[in-house]
């Protein structure tokens, strides 16, 4: 799922551009309003939640045209009770219910109610959410403003240089919210961790393909997802748990060191994918010399095919890369002092 480029603003707003036909963020994270001003908006959407619907163009400015991402339309605007900046996502009705169908009969969260019920610094923070005066769900959170990391990543920017084992702990502690939350992300790639301007931190958005890690929300055959970041379990339509979320992040991680991908880009029907289950990954060592070799260890661990010898959830992850500082280095000749 795209989150939509070509806005900016001077303090709340979030600046996003097209690269390569993916959406890439550019700008930088801010902090949290006031606590007072999520109470006011909380107050707000609770009124929504109990049945009422919004007139979007009476409550919100729009500050920015929407640009079209594959599920939804996402709007800088200006609340006008408010006069907070926030992000405004409008998610398209067909679409929506075409996903909702896929699990009928299964009392599905929807995105608005999985989003709102995470308050932690490393997954962004949903206000609220509702219904359009036209049918439409929509959600309203906080605006981020800072590069996503697949635009670093894009870029080979410099600045991940000496931030990343802080972006790897912090996308990894993310998940770890997500699953022992008990749910499952979907769509865990570089596009859905925003990060600040200087890349000293980040944070997990997007939960439109989410679910709960129930038995009924892991049958096969549902193949949701970014075909590069795919489990082969996904690939081959077989039973999936938390453990996809895994290998998506490994394959993120492997990315964020490497500027590459462990196996041939997929293309857009996702046949490439098919390679995560048949091909050993080039060693990550490969691309980035003196790298840690517990580093390494871990994010390979999260790469193994089957979901049995994977990395069995993010605690263990986190653990494994515990005693790693930021002398990282087995010897930082090789990478020209170069630090992760």
Known sequence: MFWPPSVSCPKWVVHLDWKG??????SQLVPSPPAETFMGISSFFKSILDGGKVDISKRYEILRDAVSGTMSDFHMARDRETDQIVGLKILDKEKTEQLEMRFRGLDKPSEGEIATSFDHPRIVRTLGYGM????????????????????????????LDGNRLTLMRQAA?????V?????????????????AKD????????????????????????RTGTPN??????????????RLDIFAFGVSMY?????????????GDGLAAMAHGQSVPIPLEKHFPGLHPDIAKAINHCLEADPEKRMQSMKNFLSSISHINNAWLVDPKKNMGQGI
């Not at 502690?173 to 919210?177: H, I, M, N």
């Not at 699953?179 to 990060?195: M, T």
């Not at 990315?255 to 293309?267: G, N, V």
């Open 199 to 222: 890349a000293s931190s980040l944070k997990l958005i997007d939960f439109g393909l989410s679910v709960p890690a129930r038995k009924e929300f892991q049958q096969p055959g549902i």
């Open 132 to 159: 359009t005066s036209k049918g439409q769900r929509f959600l309203v959170m906080e605006f981020l403003d800072g590069p996503g990391l697949n635009s670093l990543i894009i870029g080979r920017s410099k600045l």
């Open 21 to 26: 036909g993916d959406c890439v963020v550019l």
């Open 255 to 267: 990315e964020m060191f490497a500027f590459e991908l462990p196996w041939q880009k997929s293309t």
């Open 179 to 195: 699953h022992e939350a008990g749910y499952i992300h979907r769509d865990v790639c570089p596009r859905n961790f925003v990060c």
């Open 173 to 177: 502690e993310a998940l770890q919210v």
């Open 229 to 242: 970041y795919m489990a082969p379990e996904v690939v081959r339509r077989r039973p999936t748990d938390q």
